[in-house]
């Protein structure tokens, strides 16, 4: 018998019972085991102990709560917190940092069900600290790792005290791949986290199905979608389009077996007939997208791309830069970076009533193609091609998205970019 069924049952009852008290001598009699093993279970299964969960689901549900505008002590007390102290103690020591700087940085997502089935990667603290015997870091902190620019929590890595990042995927090439392109982009000039071999000299350690790698963190900080509409944005933008054509000159000489991806046939056969309905696109639209793509294609130039150069992936830290997670770079389109770059800004900040702030992303839309293009210069095929390839991005992300629980919102948001970029799709063409 499958023991993450009787948890998943523990799971969908601790989400319906926030509000109540709940003992994991109840849970436990629930699923039909002895304490003694459903603790066991439960921590094998979700990665942390029943307890530590209950309160992570409460402080999780109740800071979204009050990101939404109810009143924090009404909050606090429904999720069974006796004072604001209590509930502020708790949150600190869970999160590493306070409720309010947790909103600020847009961490206080719309909650999500665990679903045990659909989750790739559960790995505890207490695994992270056993695995850092490797590296003889095993008596650091580990705190959670987030996306500055949309405040996502990573699910695939965690901070190792101040200077470290331990990675981790159940996906051996992965992992081979990003520690070979840090390997390669190492001594080039760019900011890189640069891969730190075991103690016995291993590149990586396994365990079970995961594998595990650890990085020197970098210094510097994440860029920020919305920060891209301040100041001066066209320098700003201008300058994502140079460093993504930087990056380019060197992953374009990399002798690194990666993935080939052909954008256009995974447009066709999967994301155009997932989105289609979601959309509702015309057929008209549909056909037109696929024969215009379709004869531009093979004349498009094809090389190793980052593959996922959104804003919380570029480093910049005084006169140096750089990019991290290069666990999906791939060979493709080498103008889907920078169409990607833009649309995960456009993504980040979308608000289809703020017609300025709009235009103002069109412009810095342009200027990161016209950064890219003062460095790695465009074809005219790539300059015609480049409203099909923000498109074909814009489905892929959308049939993706349309599968994940936890991305209910950008799915949403998702959708709605969807039409208001075919209303502007000439408009991204490159003149």
Not at 317 to 331: R, V
Not at 366 to 382: A, F
């Amino acid at each position: 018998m499958d023991y993450r069924k009787s948890i998943q049952d523990s799971l969908d009852y601790i989400e319906d019972n926030l509000k109540t008290p709940i003992t994991a001598t109840e849970l436990s009699e629930q699923a039909g085991y002895s304490l003694f093993h459903y603790y066991r279970l439960f921590q094998s299964a979700v990665g942390m102990s029943v307890m530590q969960y209950v309160l992570r689901r409460r402080l999780i549900h109740a800071i979204y709560e009050i990101r939404c505008g109810r009143k924090r002590i009404d909050v606090i007390l429904e999720y069974g917190f006796d004072t604001y102290a209590g509930f502020y103690k708790a949150f600190r020591r869970e999160f590493d940092c306070t409720p309010s700087t947790f909103i600020k940085k847009g961490r206080a997502k719309r909650p999500y069900k665990l679903n045990l089935f659909k989750e790739d990667y559960m790995v505890s603290h207490k695994k992270v600290l056993d695995i850092l015997k490797q590296w003889k870091l095993e008596n650091e902190s580990i705190s959670d790792v987030y996306h500055e620019s949309n405040g996502e929590k990573s699910n695939r890595a965690f901070y190792v005290g101040k200077d470290f990042v331990l990675k981790f995927s159940k996906n051996s090439d992965e992992v081979k791949k990003a520690i070979a392109l840090c390997n390669t982009i190492k001594g080039t000039g760019l900011c890189i986290s640069s891969p730190i071999k075991t103690t016995d000299g291993r590149a990586y350690v396994q365990d079970g199905d995961m594998f595990f790698y650890l990085t020197r963190r970098t210094s510097g900080t994440q860029m920020i979608a919305h920060d891209f509409y301040e100041g001066d944005y066209v320098a700003k933008a201008r300058f994502v389009g140079e460093i993504i054509g930087q990056l380019h000159l060197i992953l374009c000489q990399a002798k690194i077996p990666v993935n080939e991806v052909n954008l256009y046939e995974s447009v066709k056969n999967w994301a155009l007939p997932k989105s289609k309905d979601i959309l509702s696109l015309s057929e008209s639209f549909c056909q037109r997208f696929l024969d215009e793509f379709g004869k531009l294609y093979d004349k498009l130039p094809k090389q190793i791309i980052h593959r996922d150069p959104n804003p919380s992936n570029i480093i910049v830290s005084q006169d140096e830069w750089g990019f991290i997670d290069f666990e999906l770079s791939e060979k493709n389109l080498r103008i889907y970076d920078p169409c990607y770059a833009a649309m995960a800004i456009l993504s980040e900040s979308f608000d289809e009533k703020d017609q300025a702030k709009l235009s103002k992303w069109l412009e810095i839309y342009r200027n990161i193609l016209w950064g890219y293009d003062s460095v790695v210069k465009l074809t005219n095929d790539e300059c015609i091609a480049l409203p099909y390839v923000v498109m074909a991005n814009q489905l892929v992300s959308t049939a993706w998205f349309s599968k994940q629980d936890k991305f209910t919102e950008l799915f949403e948001t998702n959708k709605r970019m969807t039409g208001w970029l075919i209303s502007v799709f000439d408009e991204l063409k490159l003149n």
